[in-house]
T-cell receptor, first 108, second 110 residues
Framework: DAKTTQPPSMDCAEGRAANLPCNHSTISGNEYVYWYRQIHSQGPQYIIHGLKNNETNEMASLIITEDRKSSTLILPHATLRDTAVYYC?????????FGTGTRLQVFP | NAGVTQTPKFRVLKTGQSMTLLCAQDMNHEYMYWYRQDPGMGLRLIHYSVGEGTTAKGEVPDGYNVSRLKKQNFLLGLESAAPSQTSVYFCASLRDNEQFFGPGTRLTVL
């Protein structure tokens, strides 16, 4: 599985969009990009995933560059409850390999 | 639907003791996983299973054994606990592209 690189931490004002970047320059053609988040000490929660095209669901949007070497998770209107560690993962097998993620702090 | 449950929630062991962590899911998922998470770190995959009767090694399998005798249960065993195994253990099951995680087991080995 390809390795991902994420900034260790980011801040975002409540109500603004949070844009979390992820670099996966060694991604191969059949590997998907997944995003999970972990709030405090709970189990991680699935957010979204994609292969080539941009994706949107009720939680977030995922923008994948044309060369697929990087992606951005967008939380359009961040709330205090979005404060969490966000993990970007690339996967083409049966298993997810987590990195250290980005700690997003949403402030009032 | 209870989802993914883990037993126990907390446990303290002495070095050399053994124990088994139980993960149960009622969603009829084929794939199940055990992770550990150390303070300030991401999750690391210990073992996983792609179906009843199967198991496979993950990133950090040493010191652990697993069994999947029934589809709904995935057991993680520590035969001789060491302080380095102090961690939070998460179990997960997979449906399509989404992993569902349990609430975690906090294990301390003295």
């Amino acid at each position: 599985d390809a390795k991902t690189t994420q900034p260790p931490s980011m801040d975002c004002a409540e109500g603004r969009a949070a844009n979390l970047p992820c670099n996966h320059s060694t991604i191969s053609g059949n590997e998907y990009v997944y995003w999970y988040r972990q709030i405090h000490s709970q189990g991680p929660q699935y957010i979204i995933h994609g292969l080539k095209n941009n994706e949107t669901n009720e939680m977030a949007s995922l923008i994948i560059t044309e060369d697929r070497k990087s992606s951005t998770l967008i939380l359009p209107h961040a709330t205090l409850r979005d404060t969490a560690v966000y993990y970007c993962i690339v996967r083409n097998t049966d298993k997810l390999i987590f990195g250290t993620g980005t700690r997003l702090q949403v402030f009032p | 639907n209870a989802g993914v449950t883990q037993t126990p929630k907390f446990r303290v062991l002495k070095t050399g003791q053994s124990m088994t962590l139980l993960c149960a899911q009622d969603m009829n998922h084929e794939y199940m996983y055990w992770y550990r998470q150390d303070p300030g770190m991401g999750l690391r995959l210990i073992h996983y299973s792609v179906g009843e009767g199967t198991t496979a090694k993950g990133e950090v399998p040493d010191g652990y054994n697993v069994s999947r005798l029934k589809k709904q249960n995935f057991l993680l065993g520590l035969e001789s606990a060491a302080p380095s195994q102090t961690s939070v253990y998460f179990c997960a099951s997979l449906r399509d592209n989404e992993q569902f995680f349990g609430p975690g087991t906090r294990l301390t080995v003295l």
